[in-house]
């Protein structure tokens, strides 16, 4: 044993065991804390892990841990009984600790399948020389953070830029200008028509500050997504796969009828991009999209849990963009929704100006989480109907009817280990 | 009852990324519930301002969208008609900085010349500020003083002696950490603060709505918002002290 694993090796024990104290006083899954006593022993442990793999990352503001574990759910069809070869992040910890945390429970694969934050991607680049990387989309998200999603992007290009042929192919949504920005610095692109319709966080070309021009899709006169940039010629790449009238297109014109188990239109576009790098992967569609149907509750996303008589519905919404899509998909009458500010949800909660409460007229809204009474405000201001239980407990204790709750990140986390899902 | 007021939102695309359109939702529902007829005008570079407005409004955005939004309202120019006829401006964070004489972009800090509706100009500042703010709305008291918002911010703003300031900063950075936040010239206001800053003191949307009136308006009683602004003042000064411990 050289003394560069066997240093990884201590790192990964002491890691293992400062996790397992973290589980035991209750304080999660011990992940990040592993990571973290990993990386102080052996700050090289991330690349040491990565060699040797053929590893696949996805990211993007939204959608990234289902498009993971789409991903990894067709790889995993496709290893079969091999299907141990493979290791993901499946709990969503996508900071260097995290990743280095999820790889080390599973030294002996050689397939990583991982969910990278967007300011990781640029490192994971560099480290891990990933076969394929998927770029969902860029919004506003957590602006007390990263004030500048445009730095985001440009962080991707560089990265890209610098890796040249030795870099990734890059799966990236054709309907975000600044993901294809980004993407463009690659070697060589699969372009998705994801039939994207938030574009209020694009409004400037990410190559020369120019307005873009948006069209948005119409189903009625079959107008397609468009855009395009009004000073050069950036403009939207034409898709090798795309997104149709909830079917996914493959760049042989073969239709998919998705058939997912997890609901919403935007699951679909997450689906595509999954699809697309599963095939890079040398995965057939086929047999890809078998197992993206047995994907029902990554991460607890869209999970059905019990509190004490209550059956809820856990939906996940952390900016503007998010909310848009988890809004349509809450039907019950009566919706919870959970607002907190902690660092992981973004200390400033002016979005909540920002998502369509008044779409919820007419139903009964709970309003919880710390943040509970800025909601009150702003349900105030759409003249929905509500009611402001601060605690999570009190706010899903005795429905009679199943509720759908939407949280921010931390209390989402918190509804999972209590409702166990 | 009188004429319809207008509201209008400029340029939302490029001055919207901190909930800015929250302070045009809470302007037409305050006129709403005292039974004033609203019409909200939102305007996108490339087509002009109406001047008709009784209230423009101004938001946050990032370098380039302060720079094109600056352009577009120079060569339109209907801003300054409005200021001329005595509508009611608020501009806030990224749109205060455009309102003032000069402001700063990019890491080489190129100086952009502003509209100049305020005599304020702003620089990059040492650090940028970003957490809750809380100051004291000038010349007001009783509970309607408090200002409470969240400041991101990264220029820092010096005055002129063209303008007064809105408020002095009980915890926060503010214009640039010499105790004093926004800035006032006959109906313009500048501020820092979003939240947005209407949705959060009420007082100061009925303080624009009475601008552009030039006419009282009767209070509204809505206990949430009270206990909204209660909570924040609390909690806020309390992480504060603790932090300073």
Same mark, same amino acid.
């Given at each position: ?70 991903? /990894? ?16 992040? &499946? ?71 610098? /890796?040249? *042929? ?57 107008? #397609? &997504? ?23 297109? #493959? ?36 047999? /890809? ?14 999970? *059905? ?15 503007? /963009?998010?909310? &848009? ?48 009474? #800025? ?28 509720? #759908? ?17 | ?56 409004? %101004? ?38 900085? +455009? ?33 809750? +703010? ?62 947005? +800053? ?21 209070? %509204? ?25």
């Amino acid at each position: 044993m050289s003394i560069s694993t066997a240093r990884l090796s201590a790192a990964t024990y002491a890691g293992r065991l400062a996790g397992a104290a973290s589980r035991l006083a209750g304080r999660g899954t011990g992940a990040s804390i592993r990571g973290k006593v990993m990386l102080k022993l052996d700050p090289s442990a991330l690349s040491k892990l990565l060699v040797g793999k053929r590893i696949a990352i996805v990211s993007g503001t939204n959608g990234k841990t289902t498009t993971t574990h789409f991903l /990894a759910a067709a790889l995993r069809e496709s290893l079969g009984p091999d299907a141990n070869r493979l290791v993901h992040n &499946a709990d969503g910890a996508n900071l260097h600790h995290g990743l280095a945390s999820a790889l080390s429970e599973h030294p002996e694969a050689d397939i990583a399948i991982l969910e990278s934050d967007e300011r990781v991607v640029g490192d994971l680049i560099k480290l891990g020389r990933p076969e394929v990387l998927v770029l969902l989309n860029f919004s506003r998200d957590q602006l007390d953070r990263h004030h500048e999603i445009k730095s985001l992007g440009r962080s991707w290009r560089t990265a890209l830029t610098q /890796a040249g *042929t030795a870099g990734p192919v890059v799966v990236a949504n054709a309907d975000e200008p600044l993901v294809v920005w980004a993407a463009m610095a690659a070697k060589e692109v699969v372009w998705v028509d994801t039939a994207t319709t938030w574009t209020q966080d694009s409004s400037l070309c990410p190559e020369c500050d120019a307005s873009l021009i948006r069209i948005q899709p119409d189903p009625r006169s079959g107008q #397609d &997504a468009d855009w395009y940039c009004t000073g050069c010629g950036l403009a939207r790449p034409k898709g090798d796969y795309r997104v149709e009238s909830g079917t996914i297109v #493959d760049h042989t014109e073969h239709v998919w009828d998705p058939q997912l188990s997890v609901p919403g239109v935007f699951n679909i576009s997450n689906a595509a991009c999954a699809l697309a790098a599963a095939e890079l992967m040398g995965v057939e569609p086929r047999t /890809a999209l078998a197992g993206m149907r047995r994907v029902t509750s990554p991460a607890g996303r869209f999970a *059905t849990a019990r509190f004490g008589t209550t059956t809820a519905r856990l939906l996940l919404a952390k900016n503007p /963009a998010g909310w &848009a899509e988890a809004l349509p998909l809450a039907q019950s009458q009566t919706v919870v929704l959970a607002i907190d500010s902690a660092a992981a949800d973004g200390r400033d909660v002016s979005w909540l100006w920002d998502v369509e409460y008044e779409r919820l007229a007419g139903r009964s809204v709970i309003a919880t989480g710390r943040r509970a009474q #800025d909601l009150a405000v702003r349900l105030e201001y759409a003249e929905v109907d509500y009611r402001c239980i601060p605690d999570l407990g009190d706010a899903l204790a005795d429905h009679p009817e199943p509720v #759908d709750v939407i949280a921010t990140y931390t209390p989402f986390q918190r509804l999972r280990k209590m409702g166990r899902v | 009852m009188s004429k319809r007021v207008e509201v209008v939102l400029i340029y939302q695309s490029l001055l919207g990324l901190y909930g800015d359109r929250g302070n045009a939702t809470v302007l037409m529902k305050r006129l709403a519930w005292r039974g004033y007829e609203s019409v909200l005008t939102a305007v996108e570079p490339g087509h002009p301002l109406p001047d008709t407005g009784d209230v423009y409004l %101004l938001g946050g955005g990032e370098d380039a969208a302060q720079v094109t939004a600056v352009r577009a309202l120079k060569a339109d120019g209907g801003l300054y008609r409005a200021v001329d006829r005595g509508a009611a401006v608020l501009a806030v964070c990224a749109g205060y900085q +455009i309102v003032g004489n000069s402001f700063t972009v990019g890491y080489k800090d190129e100086v952009i010349s502003g509209l100049g509706l305020l005599d304020i100009s702003t620089t990059r500042g040492p650090v940028r500020a970003v957490g809750e +703010i809380i100051s004291r709305w000038n010349g007001r008291d009783g509970n309607d003083q408090w200002l409470t918002g969240f400041e991101n911010h990264g220029g820092y703003t010096r005055l002129g002696p063209g303008v007064k300031p809105l408020a002095s900063v009980e915890i926060g950075i503010g214009n640039c950490s010499d105790g004093s936040e926004g800035a006032v010239a006959g109906t313009v206001i500048g501020t820092y603060p979003h939240g947005p +800053i209407l949705a959060r003191n009420p007082a100061l949307a009925d303080h624009i709505l009475e601008l552009a009136l030039k006419r009282e308006l009767e209070p %509204l009683v809505h206990p949430e918002i009270n206990k909204l602004r209660r909570q924040r003042l609390r909690r806020v000064r309390r992480s504060h002290a603790r932090s300073a411990r």
